[in-house]
């Protein structure tokens, strides 16, 4: 059963919802906004993902219609049989009726995780059977602990059961540049109703992250002091939060910065991520990061903004390097109280790495995954791509869509990319055709 997921630990728990029918979002919004009706609390919610349909073989065909599916973490006084109960009162009002087990649906509404039980009746079964196989479960599950254990399961955290999965499904972040001298749209987004419209239509297409910049970090960028990068990216970040942030369902907002500064300002604006190209290792960065209970992207640089002059030595296996750095900074962040499950690794290609490194890096990123990191790739566009690629944008965005796939067969968590509907349609074309377990298994 398709479905997202919420979290109860002790009284918290984890709860599934999903739908594929008539209007998805409105279905998940509205079952969301009902919770509290039946005496849940809900804490946070995951991004949306899209799963294709898991049938019999010999299902009509209208019923292949995908799924979407999230997490919300929740807390409750109630005991699972009346959390199930109110559950399945929830799926009643939203329309739910019963069409047989495989039928397309309104609205599933599933307790996944009662904190650390184990539950066996006729009614109910808790770890919901088949949760470390279902990708649509663990990544927007993994989007909020990844390094959770499933009871019963073993020592392997969420994260690594959504690599064994035969379908790693990845969380795709939607890029706006606010910044006159980007290398790639520098200058297309000068003013609020072009972002405005800009991320409009990447939501529209599948993005469930916005990543907002302020600064180029391009080879030979004009490097901003705080208050200048700040004074462009405010109206911008606070239009959006005011557009997005007390929506049911919403985009997560990430600020590309590497200014402390700036990222306490984001932060106390409202902002849920922050893309630090410096790697976390500003001591007023990590403080900052110690105590806001965000996410943060740390990438492995050589030095910001981009030097194409400044590159691991040619003769050094640029894996070997990334991997010292991440060791070093694994061991800074850990004495520092940082919670790993909200640190997001990035390899950084093009910062510090000549093309053929970072091709290297993107073809061996599997080696960082013993680390229990989320991981994120900003590949688009790049200049690695200079040997086979043309320079206009369409060929770029095409290479850069090839290298996606390649990366979501790896098990890469996030994909920060410019051109979000070309990848989501490339990608519901590749999942659709992808291997998967039997639904009657």
Same mark, same amino acid.
């Given at each position: 059963?398709?479905?997202?997921?919420?979290?109860?630990?002790?009284?918290?728990?984890?709860?599934?919802?999903?739908?594929?029918?008539?209007?998805?979002?409105?279905?998940? &919004? /509205?079952?969301?906004?009902?919770?509290?009706?039946?005496? @849940?609390?809900?804490?946070? $919610?995951? !991004?949306?993902?899209? +799963?294709?349909?898991?049938?019999?073989?010999?299902?009509?065909?209208?019923?292949?219609?995908?799924?979407?599916?999230?997490?919300?973490?929740?807390?409750?006084?109630?005991?699972?049989?009346?959390?199930?109960?109110?559950?399945?009162?929830?799926?009643?009002?939203?329309?739910?009726?019963?069409?047989?087990?495989?039928?397309?649906?309104?609205?599933?509404?599933?307790?996944?995780?009662?904190?650390?039980?184990?539950?066996?009746?006729?009614?109910?079964?808790?770890?919901?059977?088949?949760?470390?196989?279902?990708?649509?479960?663990?990544?927007?599950?993994?989007?909020?602990?990844?390094?959770?254990?499933?009871?019963?399961?073993?020592?392997?955290?969420?994260?690594?059961? &959504? /690599?064994?999965?035969?379908?790693?499904?990845?969380?795709? @972040?939607?890029?706006?540049? $606010?910044? !006159?001298?980007?290398? +790639?749209?520098?200058?297309?987004?000068?003013?609020?109703?072009?972002?405005?419209?800009?991320?409009?239509?990447?939501?529209?297409?599948?993005?469930?992250?916005?990543?907002?910049?302020?600064?180029?970090?391009?080879?030979?960028?004009?490097?901003?002091?705080?208050?200048?990068?700040?004074?462009?990216?405010?109206?911008?970040?606070?239009?959006?939060?005011?557009?997005?942030?007390?929506?049911?369902?919403?985009?997560?907002?990430?600020?590309?910065?590497?200014?402390?500064?700036?990222?306490?300002?984001?932060?106390?604006?409202?902002?849920?991520?922050?893309?630090?190209?410096?790697?976390?290792?500003?001591?007023?960065?990590?403080?900052?990061?110690?105590?806001?209970?965000?996410?943060?992207?740390?990438?492995?640089?050589?030095?910001?903004?981009?030097?194409?002059?400044?590159?691991? !030595?040619?003769?050094?296996?640029?894996?070997?390097?990334?991997?010292?750095?991440?060791?070093?900074?694994?061991?800074?962040?850990?004495?520092?109280?940082?919670?790993?499950?909200?640190?997001?690794?990035?390899?950084?290609?093009?910062?510090?790495?000549?093309?053929?490194?970072?091709?290297?890096?993107?073809?061996?990123?599997?080696?960082?995954?013993?680390?229990?990191?989320?991981?994120?790739?900003?590949?688009?566009?790049?200049?690695?791509?200079?040997?086979?690629?043309?320079?206009?944008?369409?060929?770029?965005?095409?290479?850069?869509?090839?290298?996606?796939?390649?990366?979501?067969?790896?098990?890469?968590?996030?994909?920060?990319?410019?051109?979000?509907?070309?990848?989501?349609?490339?990608?519901?074309?590749?999942?659709?055709?992808?291997?998967?377990?039997?639904?009657?298994?």
């Amino acid at each position: 059963m398709d479905f997202s997921v919420a979290r109860i630990v002790g009284m918290d728990i984890y709860i599934g919802l999903g739908s594929n029918l008539g209007q998805r979002r409105a279905h998940l &919004s /509205r079952a969301l906004e009902l919770l509290p009706t039946v005496g @849940m609390r809900v804490l946070r $919610v995951s !991004p949306l993902v899209e +799963s294709p349909a898991m049938l019999p073989t010999d299902a009509p065909s209208d019923w292949n219609q995908p799924f979407l599916n999230l997490v919300a973490e929740c807390r409750t006084a109630a005991t699972p049989p009346e959390t199930l109960d109110g559950l399945k009162r929830i799926e009643q009002a939203l329309g739910r009726t019963d069409r047989g087990r495989w039928a397309p649906r309104p609205i599933d509404v599933d307790i996944l995780l009662w904190g650390r039980e184990t539950i066996a009746t006729e009614r109910l079964r808790v770890p919901h059977p088949g949760i470390t196989e279902r990708a649509f479960v663990l990544t927007p599950l993994g989007a909020l602990e990844p390094r959770m254990t499933i009871p019963g399961s073993g020592s392997r955290t969420v994260l690594e059961w &959504s /690599r064994q999965t035969r379908q790693h499904i990845p969380l795709w @972040m939607g890029i706006v540049n $606010v910044t !006159p001298d980007s290398f +790639s749209d520098g200058g297309e987004l000068a003013d609020w109703p072009k972002v405005d419209a800009h991320v409009d239509a990447m939501l529209t297409a599948g993005a469930e992250l916005i990543d907002v910049g302020a600064e180029s970090t391009r080879p030979g960028a004009t490097p901003l002091r705080a208050d200048q990068e700040w004074a462009r990216l405010e109206p911008i970040l606070g239009h959006l939060i005011d557009k997005h942030g007390r929506a049911t369902l919403r985009p997560l907002l990430s600020v590309d910065t590497y200014h402390a500064d700036t990222a306490r300002r984001a932060l106390a604006l409202g902002a849920d991520i922050i893309n630090d190209v410096s790697g976390l290792t500003a001591p007023a960065m990590l403080e900052i990061a110690v105590g806001s209970g965000k996410d943060w992207v740390a990438m492995h640089n050589v030095g910001v903004p981009a030097d194409k002059n400044k590159t691991l !030595p040619v003769e050094q296996n640029p894996g070997d390097a990334v991997e010292r750095w991440l060791e070093q900074r694994l061991g800074e962040w850990q004495r520092a109280g940082l919670d790993l499950s909200r640190v997001i690794f990035d390899p950084g290609v093009g910062f510090g790495k000549n093309p053929l490194q970072s091709l290297q890096l993107l073809r061996d990123l599997q080696r960082f995954q013993r680390y229990g990191l989320r991981c994120l790739v900003g590949h688009s566009r790049k200049s690695f791509m200079h040997g086979f690629a043309a320079t206009d944008q369409s060929d770029r965005d095409l290479v850069t869509v090839g290298a996606s796939l390649n990366l979501c067969a790896q098990g890469v968590d996030i994909l920060r990319v410019h051109n979000v509907a070309a990848h989501v349609a490339t990608y519901r074309g590749w999942a659709h055709l992808a291997p998967r377990h039997s639904k009657n298994v």
